[in-house]
């Protein structure tokens, strides 16, 4: 049992290794097997969290080289084969998610994401074998919210639109949050 548990970690920290290749030079950070999401510097979750081409090749790049097939250039060069292809993007856009869950966590606005005290690389197998549904559970509003009470009167599939429609002027928050940090 041992062995099967050593050979386990052993694939996690060459994943991580793998994934984090890029990440380490860009920034400036140390990453790792154990890596969470609420260890990711405020500066580093506003990069993954900001939509932009630039942005998602970051996450392409821990997505396929924790899964071992490269780094984001042979996305871009198309040197894929479109079902490993639709898969970078399908797990890449479920880390989206969650870096974006995480932003509205740190800004109090919602309750912590399913599974997020997972390691990165963990998590990134746990979204592998989830379904779609399974994999892109919104995180609850925290009570604290000033619209919780609109929030409490929709239904589910509703709850999840609200928490989406909040990304936008969280990002603006949380951007001017962290320039006012620098700043002091």
Request: glycine fraction near 6%; charge should be neutral; charged fraction near 25%.
């Amino acid at each position: 049992m041992a062995e099967v548990i050593e050979l386990e970690q052993f694939r996690r920290k060459l994943a991580a290794d793998h994934g984090f290749r890029t990440w380490l030079t860009r920034f400036r950070e140390q990453f790792g097997p154990q890596t969470r999401l609420g260890d990711l510097s405020d500066r580093t979750l506003l990069f993954l969290a900001t939509p932009g081409e630039e942005n998602l090749c970051v996450i392409f790049d821990l997505v396929m080289g924790a899964k071992g097939w490269g780094t984001s250039t042979r996305f871009i060069l198309n040197d894929l084969d479109s079902q490993t292809k639709q898969c970078v993007l399908d797990l890449s856009l479920r880390l989206l998610d969650y870096f974006r869950f995480e932003m509205l966590r740190r800004l109090g606005w919602v309750e912590s994401p399913p599974k997020a005290e997972q390691p990165l690389v963990a998590l990134l197998d746990i979204v592998a074998k989830a379904s779609a549904a399974q994999a892109i559970q919104t995180p609850p509003l925290a009570p604290g919210y000033p619209a919780y009470g609109e929030y409490e009167k929709l239904i589910p599939s509703d709850r999840a639109i609200f928490i989406r429609r909040l990304i936008p002027q969280a990002l603006k928050e949380f951007r001017q949050r962290l320039e006012s940090a620098q700043n002091s």
